[in-house]
């Protein structure tokens, strides 16, 4: 059984640039969140999708932006790429609402991002 | 989300027990607290949540006090491999989780 997969696991930008970054749910899972991680910092949420739509949305601006897929994947997208973005970006994905509604977020191992 | 607070850092002599605290102080009654721990370089991990009771798994246990405004994380046997960032976090049904910065365990031979 497959956990959280991400795509690429490393990759370099320069500013200005526009970025994708992939993931593919736990089997089963349905919802899926992403957070960034800046070096020797927690996680922080950026969004989270479930049915398609973004459902909930942390303190990140409009540059920062996802997509969910019908197979439950999700894509984040970040345009105009500033060096503060240089993070770990993670995706984490749950069992569907409803049915376990204390289900823990499951991680993958993230994209490491470099903006130079 | 109820707002926890964590020591820093911890040191753990390999083969003891390690007990993680963690201050909740403002968590209301359906807010369940679940703990993660970060490995260099990789994903969190989850480890157990628990909402009044003591929890137990294969991986740790989880005591939560009567009065709910604080818990300790129990890794029986520490191992090198537990040397890690460890999360508690505070969790309503349907919001997201908020890390803070975590007690980083070292486990020492």
């Known amino acids: 059984d497959a956990g959280v997969t991400q795509s690429p696991t490393h990759l370099i930008k320069t500013r200005g640039q526009q970025v994708t970054l992939r993931c593919s749910p736990k089997s089963g899972h349905d919802t899926v969140s992403w957070y960034q991680q800046a070096l020797g910092q927690g996680p922080q949420f950026i969004f989270q999708y479930y049915e398609e739509e973004e459902r909930q949305r942390g303190n990140f601006p409009d540059r920062f932006s996802g997509h969910q897929f019908p197979n439950y994947s999700s894509e984040l997208n970040v345009n105009a790429l500033l060096l503060g973005d240089s993070a770990l970006y993670l995706c984490?994905?749950?069992?569907?609402?409803?049915?376990?509604?204390?289900?823990?977020?499951?991680f993958g191992n993230g994209t490491r991002l470099t903006v130079t | 989300d109820a707002k926890t607070t964590q020591p820093p850092s911890m040191d753990c002599a390999e083969g003891r027990a390690a007990n993680l605290p963690c201050n909740h102080s403002t968590i209301s009654g359906n807010e369940y607290v679940y703990w993660y721990r970060q490995i260099h370089s990789q994903g969190p991990q989850y480890i157990i949540h628990?909402?009044?009771n003591n929890e137990t798994n294969e991986m740790a246990s989880l005591i939560i006090t009567e009065d709910r405004k604080s818990s300790t994380l129990i890794l029986p046997h520490a191992t090198l491999r537990d040397t890690a960032v460890y999360y508690c976090i505070g969790r309503f049904y349907g919001q997201n989780f908020v890390f803070g910065p975590g007690t980083r365990l070292s486990v020492l031979p």
């Open positions: 628990g909402l009044k």
């Open positions: 984490a994905s749950s069992y569907p609402r409803g049915q376990a509604w204390d289900s823990p977020l499951h």
